[in-house]
Each structure stands twice: as structure tokens, then as C-alpha cells.
């Protein structure tokens, strides 16, 4: 594995969810995988578990790790070709990224979409380009259409918290749309739904989408998922619910309308089977989810956010082990 950006890049994600739960039982066991080797990671970006629990991976690896903050430490990139530099940027991404390519066996980097330009942003040309000219394994710390390790770290926590019925069911598992009071990247909800589409293919759950009308994610994102615009119609035997905001995908970056009754509380959960509730973290309390669900027993979001390094340590083991 030379590039961790999507589920598209993982040959087998069963494989990996049992390569990250044997991390976890026995965290320093490949301690000696990355002596002398360096993962640098570099953020445009804020970052809390992100960079926290990547970090810490690939401590428990034995590797050296450097963290550069480009959006308050960095010189200003330019990332087109053929311009000439006489305005407010400094280096170009061909030589920014190439360089820190010579200092780092691997590299992690997170960089938001702009919300302005829905071709721009699904391009992802500004990762792509980190790719190319770094020349080294790269990691996806959230991109602008992505964000793996999270929905890596959420397809762990499921398959560690369901109980295996005896008839063989699935966990119903429902992506739930949330308010919010400005507009959101895509990434998120994107890299969840597909995951779960794959997860979906290979036997593990049952994927269902509830968002308002207007919210839906591109398709590509959502193959086999069934979509649903009523709340309570998609909780309904519901055994876990992950609660996201995400602003409009077709009338781009924009937050519409919607009625209310969009935030999960207790009185919705009496739709569901007892579900398990999750959020990728930070959360905006009593506006995406309500307190009451977080500081009670269904909230998964502390287990999950947990989670978070072992996926990150399969990760970075797998590649280490190719280098």
C-alpha cells in the first residue's frame, strides 16, 4: 500500500479491521517495523484526533515523527503550473512536497475543501499533486472528498461492538444527516458511505442514507445504499446511527432549507433497535446531537475516537511493511 486515500485503496477490509483489533491487544508488537524510519505529517488544516492518534500509531510502530503546520508555520504554496510567482505565494507545491519527500519514509496530510468550486474540490488536485511529487507513501489525513481513517476507524468500531446473531442478521447501520450552523464539507459522509457500501458488499451491514431533500451525496459515493428523506422511516430497527452534517452537494457548499426534527435525541431513539450512536467528533452539543444522547449509554463517539489510532496503526504497518 503506497496510498491510503479511499476504501478503493485497501485490497481487503476485512483483513485490515483483524489487522487493526490485533494492534490493539498487542499495541507494541512491531516496534522494531519502524526504527529509523520517519512519518511526517502535514497539516493545512486544525486537528484534534487526527493528529493525536496518527501520531501516537506511529509511535507504537518505533518510527521517528515530524509535524508540520503549513497553514501557520509554512510559506504560502502555489499549486499551479506555468504562473509566474509576483503575488502572494512563496514555494510551489513541486518543490514544497518534494522536499519534505527527502526527510520522510512516509507522509500524512489533511487539507479541506474550499466550498467555493464543486470541480476544484472533486478533483482533489492539491492532494493528488502532494502525491505526485513527494514520492513517497502517502496517508489521507481528510481531504477534500475524503476522510478514511475516520470511517476506517468507524467500520472498526461496528464490527468490535456487534454481537454476531445466531440467524446471521446484519446491524442495520444509518448515515443520518444533521443540522448545523454553517456550511460543512462533504468528506466525512462521503468517506462513511463508502465504506459502508463496501462493507455492504462483503456481507458486514445493511447501509441506509437519511438526509432532506437537497443533501444528497454523488453518487458515486453511494452505490447500493438505500436513501431515505424521513428520519424516523430510516431509524426504524436501526442498530447504529451515525449523525453528520454536510452542506448541499448539488447546489454547492450552500446550507438549505429543511424542516425540523433533524437532531437526534432520546424521543427518536425509541425508533431504533437500542442504537448505538456515533459521530466522528468535534460535535456541536444540542444542535447536531443532543447531550443527553452523548452523555448517555448508547454514545459510541468516545470508543470510536479511540479507535481512531488502531486504524491508523494498520495503516501505517501495512505500508511500512512494503517499504
Known sequence: MKLFSSVNDVSNIKQLVKDALELKANPY???????????????????????????????????NVMVMNMDKEGWALETQDGVVMNGTTVEHIREAAAVMGQYCDILGLRSFPKLNNREEDYSEDFFNKFVKYCAVPVVSLESATRHPLQSFADLITIHETWTKKADGTKPKVVLAWAPHVKAL???????????????????????????PEGYELAENFTPGAKIEYNLEHALEGADYVYVKNWSSYKDYGKVLTYPDGWMMNNDKLKFTNDAKIMHCLPVRRDLELSSEILDGPNSLVIHEAGNRLWAAQAVIKTMLEEL
Open 29 to 63: 508488537a512491531f516496534q522494531s517495523l519502524g526504527k529509523n524510519k520517519t512519518l511526517g505529517l502535514v497539516f493545512m488544516n486544525p486537528s484534534l484526533r487526527t493528529r493525536l492518534s496518527t501520531q501516537k500509531a506511529a509511535l507504537n510502530l518505533g518510527m
Open 185 to 211: 464539507p462533504q468528506a466525512v459522509p462521503n468517506s462513511f458511505a463508502e465504506w459502508m457500501c463496501k462493507a455492504q458488499e462483503e456481507g458486514m451491514v445493511d447501509f441506509t442514507i437519511a438526509q
